[in-house]
């Protein structure tokens, strides 16, 4: 009975500490892009919260990868055009009519700012980026933080 119990217990402080950055990102339609692409063979998706991220001071980094897949970023596309309502669009490249780099800082969800970065290059090979990061750091900071780094 006791093991029951403890056993109840450690569950629900897992989900507790899991669940917000699961939940973090369900408002959002590139949610769906993680989920349709994620698991798909010639993608990478990487996935981390506070612990594994020690000094970067986020509380959610996803991130996603696809390589050869110029459906995957016409679909990330139309969820980003969903997303940035109510969004800061803080840079954005356009090529031939078409957004190949758009960074997003959404509207704050609780205590965390949220930032989206998507990213499709040719060179040297056809590649699709997007990022999702949760933190309690202002989003400004952040994106110098990241636009200082290239």
Do not use: H
């Not at 403890?6 to 669940?19: D, P, Q, R």
């Not at 769906?32 to 981390?48: D, H, P, T």
Request: charged share 25%.
């Amino acid at each position: 009975m006791q093991f029951i119990k403890k056993s109840w217990l450690l569950l629900i402080l897992c989900l507790w500490g899991v669940l917000p950055g699961v939940r973090s990102q369900t408002d959002l339609q590139i949610s769906k892009a993680f989920e349709q692409y994620g698991q798909r063979k010639g993608s990478v998706m990487v996935e981390m919260t506070n612990e594994a991220l020690g000094d970067y001071n986020f509380a959610l980094f996803k991130s996603l990868t696809i390589k050869n897949s110029p459906q995957a970023a016409d679909f990330i596309r139309k969820c980003l055009i969903s997303d940035e309502q109510g969004a800061r669009k803080v840079k954005q490249v356009v090529a031939n009519g078409v957004p190949t780099s758009v960074y997003l800082q959404l509207p704050r969800k609780g205590a965390y700012y949220r930032l989206i970065l998507f990213n499709e290059s040719s060179q040297p090979e056809y590649k699709v980026t997007l990022i999702y990061i949760e933190s309690k750091t202002d989003s400004e900071e952040i994106l110098k933080f990241i636009l200082k780094r290239k």
